[in-house]
């Protein structure tokens, strides 16, 4: 998320980076404001403290500002976060909040080179190519791709161009067709298990998570105490919906988490959706037709899912049967010092990673 260009305006002198220090928040939110917007900066504010002092590993959590004089004219913090490569812990640290004032867009670069040098590891998923070619040129890889899928879930997005001359009833009919074809689906598809609605994980989702992870090289630590602290009350997402599938004897088969965004017009994101490895595509097709009616109850118009493609992913079929359409992308980048990891960590295919473990999903509110 940044503004950043790497060919623009006119170097000035005095730019120097510093660490940050609390006297500069206000300024830092100020910045922000005239970057990305008032509204962009509210949010911004809302998740500091979860993002940059209540996270998993706060003493792990450099930020730099670029000062003109003591004039705050950019910013850069990080998301530090454990991850299971194979077989190793590992803490990598995730570019966020990536800002620079539009009158100095020239020394931007300066914030991203002092990352790099502090950083061992990094791990990061972006779709704005000025960001991702910097982060390439300074050394991180292009390990996947995380496709962007869409779904309609009410005709009245469809409403552009030549089509909005159409009447309300028609839209309303369409919609209509919409959701009669998800129930259909969901019962001529045995996907109708039943979900059970949960508000934060609990033990279960640790042996979930060692069972899912054990033949997968390299994921995000996604135990219960990460998933309670990236979807917990302090997080943007803390209106989220959570649903589970358990087994007779109540282990955790599955879960999904989904969130509808505020702004007008309602968007529904799926942030994540795992289940364990072997079990039915019931299982998969089960989650997302409970999200999906999730979503539309609470009046999202579109849904998005960013699915990164690997045999740990949910499978690209289930999306395609259940009407999503692929659409733009956001490139998955690593950085890991240690070459012995590096092969293995630089393909796509032994990642276990979501949107939602992306620091792109923070700005969704």
């Not at 959590?61 to 190793?88: C, D, N, Q, S």
């Not at 409970?290 to 999202?300: D, K």
């Not at 359409?325 to 990642?351: G, P």
Request: charged share 20%.
């Amino acid at each position: 998320m940044t503004n950043f260009k790497i060919f623009s305006s006119e170097p000035a002198a005095g730019v120097r980076i510093s660490f940050y220090e609390p006297h500069f928040f206000d300024q830092v939110c100020g910045l922000y404001r005239i970057v990305f917007g008032a509204d962009a900066a509210v949010a911004f504010q809302a998740r500091w403290n979860w993002a940059q002092q209540d996270n998993l590993c706060p003493g792990e959590t450099p930020k730099w500002v670029l000062l003109a004089g003591e004039r705050v004219i950019g910013f850069l913090a990080t998301i530090p976060l454990h991850y299971r490569m194979v077989g190793r812990d590992v803490l990598a640290h995730t570019p966020c909040d990536y800002m620079v004032h539009p009158d100095y867009r020239f020394h931007g670069i300066k914030l991203m080179r002092e990352f790099f040098r502090t950083c061992d590891n990094c791990v990061a998923c972006d779709e704005i190519p000025a960001t991702i070619k910097v982060t390439k040129w300074l050394g991180a890889k292009q390990a996947g791709v995380l496709q962007r899928y869409a779904k309609v879930l009410d005709a009245r997005a469809l409403r552009r161009g030549r089509f909005r001359a159409v009447p309300d009833s028609l839209w309303r009919v369409g919609t209509l067709g919409l959701r009669w074809y998800d129930s259909v689906r969901a019962v001529t598809s045995g996907s109708n298990l039943p979900v059970e609605t949960v508000h934060e994980f609990d033990e279960r989702s640790d042996l979930f998570f060692e069972q899912v992870s054990r033949n997968i090289p390299a994921s995000v630590m996604k135990d219960c105490r990460f998933l309670n602290w990236r979807y917990g009350l302090g997080s943007p997402h803390s209106n989220r919906g959570i649903g589970v599938i358990t087994n007779a004897n109540g282990e955790l088969q599955g879960y999904v988490i989904f969130y509808s965004a505020e702004h007008p017009p309602q968007t529904g994101y799926l942030l994540d959706l795992q289940v364990m490895p072997g079990v039915a595509d019931s299982i998969a097709n089960s989650l997302l037709n409970y999200a999906l009616e999730c979503l539309r109850r609470s009046g999202a118009w579109v849904v998005q899912f960013h699915r990164l493609s690997s045999p740990h992913a949910v499978p690209q079929q289930i999306l395609q049967d259940n009407g999503f359409v692929a659409r733009n992308t956001h490139q998955f980048l690593v950085k890991i010092r240690d070459e012995s990891l590096r092969e293995q960590v630089l393909q796509q295919e032994n990642w276990m990673y979501s949107f939602g473990d992306s620091e792109s999903s923070h700005a969704i509110v």
